[in-house]
C-alpha cells in the first residue's frame, strides 16, 4: 500500500482548481492523470524579466515596468485591437490587446491607477509598446523575475500549465531522507522537496542549469530508484533459483571444434559454466560485437545444460533469424545423440502438435523458434536454459516469460548491439554481463565509405565488374507519395536491368516461402546481388558476401548501420560497407563519420549515447530501458556508480527495505513508478 505521505501527489488532475473536464484530458495528453505526473513535466527553458526602475528598457527585451494608466480607448470595429495608454518613468507607453474583455481590462488596468506590466517590450521612436501583457499585477512581486517555459500541446497554454504545477508544489510532503548523510554533506544537495520546487520556480539562471545542485540531487534520487529496482528484480531471481538443479560442467565438446576460441570466447564460456553449476538461477547478458562468436558460446553453455538432463531454448527476434541458427547449431551438434527442433509460426498442424508432444516428454532438448515458443501451449519437460538472441528486439516482459516455462530457469540473453556501461547498467542491472570483445582470428576489418547519392549510377557500374556478393539495403519497401526515399521494389528493378536474373529480393513483407527462396539464392550463388530493407540486419551469415551498400544511410540509427555492415566481412576476405546518403544534417554528418572511422561496435556506442541520449540507443519500448525525468546517461555516469554502490549497501542489511532508509528509498520507487519492484516487495 502507497505510504500515506504520498497520496496528495497521486491524486486525479482534474481535483485542481479551475481544472474542468476539458482542460483535465488536455493535460493527461500532454503529461499524466496524477498531481505527479504534472510535477514530472519539466521546464525546458527560463527567461529572465528586467525590472526597469532606472534604465530604459532595451527593443525586444522581456520587461517588467510600472504604469500610470490615463486612457482606454475601445475600438469601434472589433478586429481593431483594444488600446490602454499610459505613462512610465521613461515616457508613454502602449498596452495593445487583440483577443479582450472590455470590463476585464477596465478592473485590471483603471484610469488613474498604477500598476505593474510584464512582457515583451518594442521602442520605437523612445516611444513603448507593450502587445498583450503575460502579467498585470499591482505589486511587482507578483510578477516573477525568472520564468521557466514547459513543453504544450494543443489546448494547452503556458499559463494554465504553470496554475496547475503551482497547485502541485503546495502539497509537495517533506520527505524523509533516503540519501546517505555523507553524500549529501559532500555535494551540499537541498532536499528532495526543495529541488522540486527550485526545478520549477528558479531564482537564477544558474538555478536552472543541468549542473545545478537541485537536478543533480533529482537525477541521483531517479538513478537510485531505477537500480534499486532492477537490484530487487534480481534478488528475487537469485532467490526463486536457489533450490535449482546445478549442471555440472563440460569440457568433451570443445574436441570436436573446427577452431580455437578466442580468449574472450572462452573467458565468458567459463563466466556462464560457473553459473549453470550453481544451484542459483543465472540471470546474465552477453554482449558482444557484431561476428564476436556469441552463438557458440551459447551452443557450450546449453550442451552443459542438456548434459545434466536439461532442455534448452533459444529465442529468435525472427523467422530469417531462428532457421539460420537452426541450421547452424545442427552442424555444430552433427554426430551427437541430441534431437533439436525449430518451432516458428510456420511449423502447423500436425507437424507442430509432435514438435509439443515431443516437447513435453523430454525427447527434444534442444529447441529453436520465435515467438512461438511463447505461447502458453509450449510446455517443457524440465527447461533448464533459456537463450534470448537479440534481446533489445524483445521486451523485458518476453525476456522473462520463457525464463518462467519451468522452475529455476537460467537465463541467457544475447545482444549483437554493444551497450555503453551506463546504459548495460540501468537497463540489465538486474543481470550479470560477461562481453565478448574479441573478433575471431582471420577476421579483416570493414572498409567503410561515405558516398553522395549522386554517385550511385557510377557505383552500379563499378560493381559490376565485382566477383563478390553485395547486399543492397533500403529504407522501405514499396514506393510512397510522402517521402523521396528509395523503396527496395524500386531498386530491385532498376538493378536488374543491369545485373539481370543475379538480383534477388527480400522484404518483412513477404511471404516466407519467397524469402527463404530469395535467401536461399543468395546463400547458393545463384544471385549475385541481394536487395533488402533492415529484415536482414542481424543474425544473418553468409561467408562469401564482402559488399554491403546503405541507401539513405542518414536515415538509419548508427547500432542499425554496424549491424548491417556486420553482415559483410564474415570470411577471410576483405569487405566494404558504402554508406549512400541524401542531404546531410551536422548531426547525421557526424554519425557517418564514427562510423566510417571505426569498426568498434562498443566506441560507436558510446559516440551514439552521446550524440542522441539514452532514449534512442536501444529504444526505450524494446529494450525495457527507462526513460528518465532527471537523469542524463551521458553525463551522469559517476552518479550512476554511486547511485548502484550506495544501493547495493543498503540492499546488503535490508533486503525488503524496512529501515527508516529502506522506507525512504521505498518512497523513490513510488515516485519514479517503479512498479515491478513494489510488488515484489509486496509479495515479501
Not at 505510504?3 to 482548481?17: A, E, Q, V
Not at 575471431?440 to 565488374?465: D, M
Request: hydrophobic share 45%; with cysteine; net charge positive.
Amino acid at each position: 500500500m502507497r505510504p500515506d505521505i504520498l497520496t496528495p501527489l497521486f491524486r486525479d488532475i482534474s481535483g485542481l482548481n479551475g481544472i474542468g473536464p476539458k482542460l483535465s484530458s488536455y493535460l493527461k495528453k500532454l503529461c499524466g492523470s496524477t498531481i505527479l505526473d504534472a510535477l514530472m513535466h519539466l521546464p525546458v527553458d527560463v527567461k529572465k524579466r528586467t525590472i526597469c526602475t532606472d534604465v530604459m528598457p532595451l527593443n525586444g527585451s522581456l520587461s517588467t515596468l510600472q504604469v500610470e494608466v490615463e486612457e482606454h480607448i475601445v475600438p469601434k470595429i472589433k478586429r481593431l485591437p483594444y488600446v490602454v495608454k499610459g505613462q512610465t518613468n521613461f515616457g508613454a507607453i502602449e498596452l495593445v490587446f487583440f483577443k479582450y474583455y472590455g470590463s476585464y481590462l477596465t478592473q485590471k488596468l483603471p484610469v488613474g491607477k498604477r500598476v505593474w506590466v510584464s512582457g515583451k517590450v518594442d521602442v520605437v521612436n523612445a516611444s513603448l509598446k507593450m502587445i498583450h501583457p503575460d502579467y498585470i499585477c499591482f505589486l511587482p512581486s507578483d510578477i516573477p523575475e525568472y520564468e521557466v517555459i514547459y513543453p504544450l500541446s494543443a489546448g494547452m497554454s503556458g499559463r494554465i500549465l504553470r496554475s496547475v504545477i503551482a497547485q502541485g508544489l503546495e502539497l509537495l510532503p517533506d520527505l524523509p531522507e533516503e540519501i546517505s548523510g555523507a553524500v549529501l554533506e559532500s555535494y551540499r544537495w537541498p532536499s528532495w522537496k526543495e529541488a522540486i520546487q527550485i526545478v520549477h520556480h528558479p531564482k537564477t539562471l544558474q538555478e536552472f542549469e543541468a549542473t545545478a545542485p537541485a537536478r543533480m540531487r533529482l537525477a541521483y534520487d531517479e538513478l537510485l530508484a531505477n537500480q534499486a529496482a532492477l537490484l530487487l528484480v534480481r534478488q528475487h531471481i537469485k532467490q526463486q533459483g536457489q533450490k535449482g538443479q546445478a549442471y555440472p560442467h563440460q569440457k568433451t565438446f570443445y574436441l570436436r571444434l573446427p577452431f580455437e576460441l578466442t580468449k574472450a570466447q572462452q573467458r565468458c564460456v567459463d563466466e556462464i559454466s560457473e553459473d549453470l553449476a550453481s544451484t542459483e538461477r543465472m540471470s546474465r547478458l552477453l554482449q558482444g560485437d557484431v561476428g564476436s562468436g556469441k552463438t557458440i558460446v551459447s551452443v557450450i553453455s546449453a550442451l552443459q545444460v542438456i548434459a545434466g538432463g536439461g532442455q534448452v531454448a533459444l529465442l529468435a527476434p525472427t523467422d530469417i533469424l531462428a532457421r539460420q541458427h537452426f541450421a547452424k547449431i545442427l552442424e555444430f551438434l552433427k554426430g551427437l545423440d541430441i534431437k533439436i527442433a525449430l518451432l516458428t509460426a510456420r511449423e502447423k498442424g500436425k507437424e507442430r502438435t509432435q514438435i509439443l508432444s515431443a516437447l513435453v516428454a523430454g525427447e527434444i532438448s534442444f529447441i529453436i523458434g520465435t515467438h512461438a515458443l511463447l505461447e502458453k501451449e509450449v510446455i517443457f519437460q524440465k527447461l533448464g536454459l533459456a537463450i534470448v538472441d537479440e534481446q533489445h528486439k524483445f521486451g523485458v516482459e518476453q525476456r522473462l516469460s520463457l525464463a518462467q516455462k519451468s522452475a529455476g530457469v537460467n537465463l541467457l540473453v544475447m545482444s549483437a548491439t554493444p551497450i555503453p556501461r551506463t546504459l548495460a547498467l540501468t537497463a540489465y542491472g538486474d543481470m550479470d554481463i560477461s562481453i565478448l570483445n574479441e573478433k575471431p582470428v582471420g577476421r579483416q576489418p570493414i572498409l567503410t565509405r561515405v558516398l553522395s547519392e549522386r554517385k550511385i549510377s557510377e557505383l552500379v557500374q563499378k560493381l559490376k565488374a565485382q566477383a563478390q556478393q553485395i547486399y543492397w539495403v533500403c529504407p522501405l519497401v514499396a514506393e510512397s507519395e510522402k517521402t523521396d526515399l528509395m523503396a527496395a521494389e524500386v531498386r530491385f528493378k532498376a538493378l536488374q536491368k543491369v545485373f539481370g536474373d543475379k538480383v534477388g529480393l527480400i522484404h518483412g513483407q513477404m511471404k516466407a516461402d519467397a524469402k527463404d527462396a530469395a535467401m536461399q539464392a543468395f546463400v547458393s550463388g545463384k544471385i549475385q546481388v541481394l536487395v533488402s530493407t533492415t529484415v536482414i540486419e542481424v543474425g544473418v551469415d553468409v561467408p562469401q558476401a564482402g559488399i554491403m551498400v546503405i541507401e539513405h544511410a542518414e536515415r538509419f540509427g548508427m547500432a542499425t548501420l554496424h549491424q548491417l555492415r556486420g553482415r559483410v566481412g564474415r570470411g577471410s576476405d576483405k569487405a566494404v560497407c558504402l554508406l549512400i546518403h541524401g542531404r546531410l544534417s551536422a548531426l547525421a554528418k557526424e554519425r557517418l563519420a564514427v562510423l566510417k572511422d571505426s569498426n568498434d561496435g562498443f566506441k560507436i556506442a558510446e559516440a551514439d549515447l552521446r550524440l542522441r541520449g539514452a532514449g534512442e540507443v536501444l529504444g526505450v519500448r524494446q529494450s525495457g530501458l527507462p526513460s528518465f525525468h532527471f537523469a542524463d546517461l551521458s553525463e551522469h555516469a559517476e552518479l550512476l556508480s554511486m547511485a548502484t554502490a550506495e544501493v547495493k549497501q543498503l540492499l546488503a542489511t535490508d533486503k525488503n527495505l524496512t529501515s527508516s532508509r529502506g522506507q525512504a528509498l521505498k518512497n523513490m520507487l513510488y515516485l519514479f513508478q517503479k512498479d515491478s519492484a513494489i510488488h515484489l516487495l509486496k509479495a515479501g
